[in-house]
């Protein structure tokens, strides 16, 4: 049984992962953490997280384990060999993955996982900055029934949408359709927010109009006022969601399906990466339209 005694270890403190830490500490959790870089986790140690100098380190002292890492060899590199999570974490712990990464990747992690007695769910999340830094985002889980119900209470500190999608892997697929989603939604923002500078509108006012009818969305809401403001710090880096758009190509092309308004999306964000944009928020897509 999950209590805020019990001993979670926490690897990447990145934008999402250093909110996220900041909740559970608040919420009383002991927490370890693991990093590339010490120096950005001053902000968690002197909020009283305790630094492990390895993740094998932090995987033998830890019952609970989540990673939120950058890219699939990322989640590769903390989970697998010699030196990884599932070398060291003792038989009994539960892993967590909340990175967004490849279904495939996170049914290998379950399996592997299992024959060692781990307990692992695939568990991606949306709502950005903001989401993480209120304890909202949605949580998407994949793996077993049991697991998912032992792990909650630590998901509702973080998040309140909170589903269990299937077996290993679901939680992955679900992020993916959320990015495809996404996708083509930021077109339509940056389309938008232009029509109504060139109609000679307000589009702050506009904002307050079309957020609250049949156009709203998570990205029209949060996102559209950082464009019009030109306010490009990233909750969400251009680079990472390029990394999602092309796992969910890759994952659709595997499966045969057409998505036409997610190729031209990540062929545009390649376009703003290009131009120097990679560390940006995706709201710095209307650069594209602007220029």
């Known amino acids: 049984m999950v209590t805020n005694k019990t001993k979670i270890g926490f690897i990447g403190t990145g934008v999402m992962g250093k909110s996220m830490?900041?909740?559970?500490?608040?919420?009383?959790?002991?927490?370890?953490i693991h990093t590339r870089t010490k120096q950005k986790a001053e902000e968690l140690i002197n909020n009283g997280a305790t630094w492990r100098n390895s993740v094998a380190e932090l995987s033998q002292s830890a019952e609970v384990i989540i990673t939120m890492v950058g890219y699939p060899s990322d989640v590769e590199a903390v989970y697998f060999g010699e030196n990884g999570i599932l070398e060291n974490a003792k038989p009994g712990t539960y892993v967590i993955d909340m990175t967004t990464s490849s279904p495939s990747l996170a049914i290998d992690i379950f399996n592997q996982a299992h024959h060692k007695g781990i307990y692992a769910l695939d568990a991606p999340v949306s709502g950005g900055d903001v989401g993480a830094?209120?304890?909202?985002?949605?949580?998407m889980a994949?793996?077993?029934?049991?697991?998912?119900?032992?792990?909650?209470?630590?998901?509702?500190?973080?998040?309140?949408?909170?589903?269990?999608?299937?077996?290993?892997?679901?939680?992955?697929?679900?992020?993916?359709?959320?990015?495809?989603?996404?996708?083509s939604n930021m077109i339509g923002v940056c389309e938008a927010i232009?029509?109504?500078?060139?109609?000679?509108?307000?589009?702050?006012?506009?904002?307050k109009s079309i957020t609250t009818?049949?156009?709203?969305?998570?990205?029209?809401?949060?996102?559209?006022?950082?464009?019009?403001?030109g306010d490009y710090a990233p909750g969400f880096y251009v680079k990472h969601f390029i990394k999602d758009m092309t796992i969910a190509l890759?994952?659709?092309?595997?499966?045969?399906?057409?998505?036409?308004?997610?190729?031209?999306?990540?062929e545009l964000y390649k376009e703003l990466a290009e131009n120097g944009e990679n560390d940006s928020g995706t709201q710095a897509l209307i650069k594209l339209f602007s220029s």
């Not at 509702?156 to 993916?176: C, D, M, R």
């Open 250 to 266: 890759e994952s659709a092309e595997e499966m045969e399906l057409t998505t036409p308004g997610l190729s031209l999306s990540l």
């Open 133 to 139: 830094r209120n304890g909202t985002l949605a949580i």
């Open 21 to 32: 830490i900041l909740n559970l500490i608040h919420a009383g959790y002991s927490i370890s």
């Open 213 to 229: 009818g049949a156009a709203g969305s998570w990205s029209l809401s949060n996102l559209g006022p950082r464009m019009i403001q």
């Open 142 to 183: 994949g793996g077993d029934q049991q697991t998912f119900d032992t792990i909650l209470p630590i998901f509702e500190v973080v998040g309140h949408n909170i589903l269990l999608q299937g077996n290993a892997g679901a939680g992955q697929h679900t992020k993916l359709a959320n990015q495809i989603t996404i996708a």
């Open 194 to 207: 232009l029509y109504a500078k060139k109609a000679g509108l307000d589009p702050e006012r506009v904002l």
